[in-house]
């Protein structure tokens, strides 16, 4: 058993950069209760355009994808650059399941997401 808080740190990496003035954020690793948190915090710290890269979710719970949807909503009312790439459908079956999968913005890679957005 992890002590300090490793096994959550351990289970998501988020990092960022920038390109064509669009903050990416690449996830990897599990996106759930246990790294809610984490995930919120890190998405609040972002600009207003925003593609998250999700090649890397190893699993994906209803609370992680309300995350995303709250960000994609709050782009859509201020007229901000949104989009998800990398999506599994293995990985991310609740976007599937809730029907979202058909509405959210989603792209096969970065190059595909900056074409249709940017």
Do not use: C
Not at 25 to 40: K, S, W
Not at 52 to 75: E, K, N, P
Not at 101 to 115: E, K, N, S
Request: glycine fraction near 8%; charged fraction near 20%; avoid cysteine.
């Amino acid at each position: 058993m992890p002590e300090n808080g490793e096994g959550s740190v351990a289970a998501l990496s988020l990092t960022s950069s920038t390109v064509d003035e669009i903050t990416v954020i690449r996830v990897d690793g599990v996106l759930d209760a246990t790294t809610r948190e984490q995930f919120a915090d890190y998405l609040s710290m972002a600009g207003a355009d925003l593609i998250l890269d999700l090649a890397g979710v190893t699993f994906m719970d209803s609370r992680a994808l309300g995350l995303i949807v709250h960000h994609w909503q709050t782009s859509l009312s201020s007229g901000s650059r949104f989009a998800l790439i990398g999506v599994e459908y293995s990985k991310s079956k609740v976007m599937w399941i809730t029907g979202l999968a058909q509405r959210l913005p989603l792209y096969d890679t970065l190059d595909d997401a900056l074409a249709a957005i940017g």
